[in-house]
């Protein structure tokens, strides 16, 4: 019989720690999506003219490839566009 109780207190702590574990996933997922509306915003400041991925992500202080990722999301949603391409290199700008 205490094993049964004991068992049942193991199942009990295992729920527990995932109920936990899917808080603290909703969380970071809340906070990465205030960092990304965040980073488009300042995109969006940013682009007063043309610029590559490059110039802006070094201007973020931010990794090409999440500028590169968050233009893509902006070009989608209609705010930024391709102005210009040389070869691999594209210039952005914003939509008006």
Known sequence: MELIKSLLGIKQLEERILNLEKEIN???NIKEQKLESEDKIKILLILKEPMTTMEIAKKLN???SWTSELLNRLERERKVKEIKKKGKTILYGKTK
């Open 26 to 28: 909703k969380t970071k």
């Open 62 to 64: 931010k990794g090409r």
